[in-house]
């Protein structure tokens, strides 16, 4: 069974940082794409960030700068180190877990991130 579990979303003041790691198990974790993807209320999910077994990574413009994404092939995990966190980054963020050669396709159940004064 294919578990992705994410965890180190929160309540953080405009400015703030956040570190959200996502755990897979059931996978063979080398040979996903992880990424990170967003939902905001009343809006459709959108990427965030992606990155490959060897660690090349693909940022979107809106977070580059701010946000980086990482991953330890050793300990099954992806994180997304957000800094500068603007209130528009408010969103539930889900981590993916995507094998191109099967089209397999997994994801999370989300964590809050909520930037607020």
């Known amino acids: 069974q294919v578990q992705l579990v994410e965890s180190g979303g929160g309540l953080v003041q405009p400015g703030g940082s956040l570190r959200l790691s996502c755990v897979a198990s059931?996978?063979?974790?080398?040979?996903?794409?992880m990424g990170w993807y967003r939902q905001a209320d009343g809006k459709q999910r959108e990427l965030v960030a992606t990155?490959?077994?060897?660690?090349?990574?693909n940022v979107v413009d809106s977070v580059k700068g701010r946000f980086t994404i990482s991953r330890d092939n050793a300990k099954n995990t992806v994180y997304l180190q957000m800094n500068s966190l603007k209130p528009e980054d408010t969103a539930v963020y889900y981590c993916?877990?995507?094998?191109?050669?099967?089209?397999?396709?997994?994801w999370g159940q989300g964590t809050q991130v909520t930037v607020s004064s």
């Open positions: 993916n877990a995507f094998r191109v050669v099967t089209s397999n396709n997994y």
């Open positions: 059931g996978i063979t974790f080398r040979f996903y794409v």
């Open positions: 990155i490959i077994s060897g660690g090349s990574t």
